[in-house]
């Protein structure tokens, strides 16, 4: 299930408000049916015989995408991540965002991965989400290209080395016009949003519950300011590439290339500072979870330790049942889980 706001929240707390109100709305919706909603990246148990692509709302885009790409895969029918919307308004501070959002995204995962499990096994990854996601339409990969995004230097440039490669291949590969030249197809990590005059961020697992995706919206906003504050360096883009595919599968652990640090867990400690600093008062109040995450393990990390413990008594599906049991009161009630 998909929930997203009709219009920018003016503070976290009305984000945080307005959403847990749809969270609660739907649940005593789907718990009319026997359901209850979960948070997280993937469903730890789903089985793809056991599921479909959604046949009613945005069908036409569906059958599309259905003709060029395999959708019976997990990358495809078992994924659900946050996506955060932030505005521009002139191209220079477009670009300019857009890159230092590149550098960023390449590290998040670590701090906001939540998907170790899935088909009831422990995934190879941290973050099996984005390595699936990574996968899904490779048959045309210019679509998400390294994830990561390529650095852009005027948004004509990018609409035309980026919405335009992949369109023209897409269009070789024999897809509807329903796919062509349209800006929401792009799979990068960060993309422009140009019907909305926003850059939306990808790279974020759902978390447990939306007092964690607004901590992280409340970090990412915060660390931003500090970027362009201080005109940080831009890395190559292929240490950030290679540095992300290593957050994916180690997570905080993961070694990197970054002059901050040798650990994403230095880097994602490095950007939290900047968050720290350049926070305003409302912002400053989500940021102690953010800490948590980096200190102590992400979402990820710590389903995983809670899964594996319960296991040493009981069978893994029954430990998987359990624990996620607990994250559903956690999405329930907004309250994170550590």
Known sequence: MEIKANQPFHSPCEFEDTMHAAVTNLGSIVKKQGAKLLGTGMHPMLKLKDTSVWPHYHKKIYNAYGKIFNLNQHGWLNIQSFHLNLPFQKETDATETHNHLCNLAAYLPAIAASSPFYENKLGPDVDNRLQFYKTNQKEVPSIAGDVIPEYAQSLKQY??????????DLAKAGADKTLLNREWVNSRGVIFRFDRSALEIRVMDEQECIKSDVALTCFIRATLRGLLATGEKFLPHEVLVTDFNAAIKEGLKAET??????TAQK??????????KFADTDEKKYLPLIKRRI??????DTIRKRVLGRAT????????TDVYSTLIKCLNDSEPYF
């Open 159 to 168: 609409k035309r080395t980026i919405i335009g490669s992949y369109s023209n």
């Open 257 to 262: 290339l970054n002059p901050h640090g040798k």
């Open 267 to 276: 880097i994602c400690q490095h950007y939290f500072n900047l968050a720290d």
């Open 295 to 300: 200190q102590e393990g992400n979402l990820s």
């Open 313 to 320: 008594k009981t069978s893994l599906p029954e430990a998987i």
